[in-house]
Nanobody, 118 residues
Framework: VQLQASGGGLVQAGGSLRLSCAAS????????MGWYRQAPGKQRELVAT???????NYADSVKGRFTISRDNAKNTVYLQMNSLKPEDTAVYYC?????????????WGKGTQVTVSS
């Protein structure tokens, strides 16, 4: 499985960006797709996840500003980011976790830089 993310860039505070991540290869049908981010000097943290059944989960810091969605036919996950803040600056990584009865498998994309200027 390979993940290709796109859509990062430089934006002013209050602006919006939309990230996309397409998964290719043989993907197990029961899975969770998500976005994580890592700012300089900080640990990678969860931003949002969405299950193959479209249940979502968000970090408190992005609730009400970010929206995660997915297109199962395209194996693609999106992250609409509105009202961006300088503290949202980070490398954003997409992830897919395949969920099987006895084990899970994680795959990561290479990351896309999001920079929010004040």
């Amino acid at each position: 499985v390979q993940l290709q993310a796109s859509g990062g860039g430089l934006v002013q505070a209050g602006g919006s960006l939309r990230l996309s991540c397409a998964a290719s290869g043989s993907i197990f049908s029961r899975n969770v797709m998500g976005w994580y981010r890592q700012a300089p000097g900080k640990q990678r943290e969860l931003v949002a996840t969405i299950t193959s059944g479209f249940s979502t989960n968000y970090a408190d810091s992005v609730k009400g500003r970010f929206t995660i969605s997915r297109d199962n036919a395209k194996n693609t996950v999106y992250l609409q980011m509105n009202s961006l803040k300088p503290e949202d600056t980070a490398v954003y990584y997409c992830n897919i976790r395949e969920i099987r009865i006895t084990y899970d498998t994680n795959y990561w994309g290479k990351g896309t830089q999001v920079t929010v200027s004040s």
